[in-house]
Nanobody, 121 residues
Framework: QVQLVESGGGLVQAGGSLRLSCAAS????????MGWFRQVTGKEREFVAA????????TYADSVKGRSTISRDNAGNTVYLQLNSLKPEDTAVYYC??????????????WGKGTLVTVSS
């Protein structure tokens, strides 16, 4: 079965950094575009970042552009999200996703269960 398991979330002070990890199994990881999304209680899940299968193409939401980096290790079946200069508004549950198409970020084949990032002020 397909599993996407996030880790790396936690409580950090504003201005700090975190690196989130997503370990994938049960799917041909290297063939999937991967993405990160986040969701705050009471709000819709929003796109954060995505990376193509070859890792050469990435895209970021304006809210995190310049402060985050998505990367992947195809050999290790892992995708990462480096978050820097964290703000309280970055507080959310962050979800890893396997995308059906890199060109259509709204089409998700598989979701992880999420990891909570809490940024204190």
């Amino acid at each position: 079965q397909v599993q996407l398991v996030e880790s790396g979330g936690g409580l950090v002070q504003a201005g700090g950094s975190l690196r989130l990890s997503c370990a994938a199994s049960g799917l041909p990881f290297s063939l999937y575009p991967m993405g990160w999304f986040r969701q705050v209680t009471g709000k819709e899940r929003e796109f954060v970042a995505a990376i193509a299968w070859h890792s050469g193409s990435t895209t970021y939401a304006d809210s995190v552009k310049g402060r985050s980096t998505i990367s992947r290790d195809n050999a290790g079946n892992t995708v990462y999200l480096q978050l820097n200069s964290l703000k309280p508004e970055d507080t959310a549950v962050y979800y890893c996703a396997a995308l059906k198409y890199y060109s259509n970020l709204s089409t998700v084949d598989y979701w992880g269960k999420g990891t909570l990032v809490t940024v204190s002020s």
